[in-house]
Nanobody, 114 residues
Framework: QLQLVESGGGLVQPGGSLRLSCAAS????????VGWYRQAPGKQREWVAI???????NYADSVKGRFTISRDNAKSTVYLQMNSLRPEDTAVYYC????????WGQGTQVTVSS
């Protein structure tokens, strides 16, 4: 069983930055593809960024050039560096680890507001 815990959310002004962390425990993390998703109030959960076990990354168009996903398998942690934040980035951010099974974290709130 893999357990995921997100952290690093908070309140930030437009144009600011945050770094989210997704820490895994339980079983070997390095074989999993890990993604970040977000869900704003009244909206469906949407995919934000993904990193494969070989380090390849992909981003939603809405965050491309502003967000960077990375992983440190030695620390069983995946990061989401978020720069140039906008009010529309406000959401609960979740990490997801997938292989033959899928795991979700509990989420961390990000609020972008002046």
């Amino acid at each position: 069983q893999l357990q995921l815990v997100e952290s690093g959310g908070g309140l930030v002004q437009p144009g600011g930055s945050l770094r989210l962390s997704c820490a895994a425990s339980g079983i070997s993390f390095s074989f999993y593809r890990v993604g970040w998703y977000r869900q704003a109030p009244g909206k469906q959960r949407e995919w934000v960024a993904i990193i494969n076990n070989d380090g390849l990354t992909n981003y939603a168009d809405s965050v491309k050039g502003r967000f960077t996903i990375s992983r440190d398998n030695a620390k069983s942690t995946v990061y989401l560096q978020m720069n140039s934040l906008r009010p529309e980035d406000t959401a609960v951010y979740y990490c997801n680890a997938a292989r033959t099974d899928i795991y979700w974290g509990q989420g961390t709130q990000v609020t972008v507001s002046s």
